[in-house]
């Protein structure tokens, strides 16, 4: 909110830009993630759920992570690597 307004204005582009990758990356991509860890850890003890954390933390964020912002970076507009790879680091 900057000083010159006191009136909230939305970002309609960032708010479908946020929409589509979670729609169609995020969604699909944690729930199939999720489904496995729980597949490959089931159950609720705290050894398991922190086992779970563990691999999500370890595997899943430093993949993930880069993978959204790359694609968001995309949906900005931006699309070479001397654009985005900065961005990433």
């Given at each position: 909110?900057?000083?010159?307004?006191?009136?909230?204005?939305?970002?309609?582009?960032r708010?479908?830009?946020?929409?589509?990758?979670?729609?169609?990356?995020?969604?699909?991509?944690?729930?199939?993630?999720?489904?496995?860890?729980?597949?490959?850890?089931?159950?609720?003890?705290?050894?398991?759920?922190?086992?779970?954390?563990?691999?999500?933390?370890?595997?899943?964020?430093?993949?993930?992570?880069?993978?959204?912002?790359t694609?968001?970076?995309?949906?900005?507009?931006?699309?070479?690597?001397?654009?985005?790879?900065?961005?990433?680091k």
């Amino acid at each position: 909110l900057s000083s010159s307004s006191s009136f909230f204005r939305p970002d309609w582009y960032r708010t479908g830009r946020f929409g589509i990758l979670g729609f169609a990356l995020v969604a699909p991509v944690v729930h199939l993630w999720y489904g496995a860890l729980m597949t490959r850890f089931p159950g609720t003890s705290i050894t398991t759920t922190l086992k779970r954390t563990f691999v999500d933390q370890a595997v899943f964020a430093p993949i993930f992570l880069p993978t959204f912002m790359t694609n968001l970076m995309l949906l900005e507009g931006k699309r070479t690597t001397e654009e985005i790879i900065p961005e990433l680091k």
